[in-house]
T-cell receptor, first 114, second 115 residues
């Protein structure tokens, strides 16, 4: 069965800290995505990657970076966390190929920046 | 640029009622894909259905049905005889050809089904 695992369900950090959110998938998917979900705004794409060491900016990349050193792992990095980055973060993966491939999501990480 | 609109923020129904969740999309592409996802209280988004722009056939899966109409740019989702377990946030999303499956999501509709 398809599995996308995010390292933490809940995380509390302080302003200015460097924060790492980890995501691992076991489906050998080429594409991986990071979204943030905020009330009334739906899901917004932060970054995505279609191959190891490849990354592309999504709609709201400011204040974030990503790392993809291995195919199964995609990390989201908050370089200097700020309170407006308090949100739910969702990781997803999908197969390369036709653009109709559904994305498979992790359970999400609820991040609070104090 | 593509856009997905889910005008219904929240819907509340009593169990066994039918309910329709609306989704309207905008895209300039002739080839695109539409999706519905369910997000139960546990948080994980669950894939429900995908439809490509060349297939306007409606689909039924148990109590769920989807009505795709290109003429009105809509992809509506109906739950027949709703149940408490259907309570969730439902998202409609759009992917355009050549975008590596990047999804543009609507803002979601929260469905509350009560006894």
């Amino acid at each position: 069965d398809v599995k996308v695992t995010q390292s933490s369900r809940y995380l509390v950090k302080r302003t200015g800290e460097k924060v790492f959110l980890e995501c691992v998938q076991d489906m050998d998917h080429e594409n991986m995505f990071w979204y943030r979900q905020d009330p009334g705004l739906g899901l917004r794409l932060i970054y995505f990657s279609y191959d190891v060491k490849m990354k592309e900016k999504g709609d709201i990349p400011e204040g974030y970076s990503v790392s993809r050193e291995k195919k199964e792992r995609f990390s989201l990095i908050l370089e200097s966390a700020s309170t407006n980055q308090t949100s739910m973060y969702l990781c997803a993966s999908s197969l390369m190929g036709q653009d109709d491939q559904p994305q498979h999501f992790g359970d999400g990480t609820r991040l609070s920046i104090l | 640029a593509q856009k997905v609109t889910q005008a219904q923020t929240e819907i509340s129904v009593v169990e066994k009622e039918d309910v329709t969740l609306d989704c309207v999309y905008e895209t300039r592409d002739t080839t695109y894909y539409l999706f519905w996802y369910k997000q139960p209280p546990s948080g994980e988004l669950v894939f429900l259905i995908r439809r490509n722009s060349f297939d306007e056939q409606n689909e039924i899966s148990g109590r769920y049905s989807w009505n795709f109409q290109k003429s009105t740019s809509s992809f509506n989702f109906t739950i027949t005889a709703s149940q408490v377990v259907d309570s969730a946030v439902y998202f409609c999303a759009l992917s355009e050809a050549g975008t590596a499956s990047k999804l543009t999501f609507g803002t979601g509709t929260r469905l509350q089904v009560t006894l």
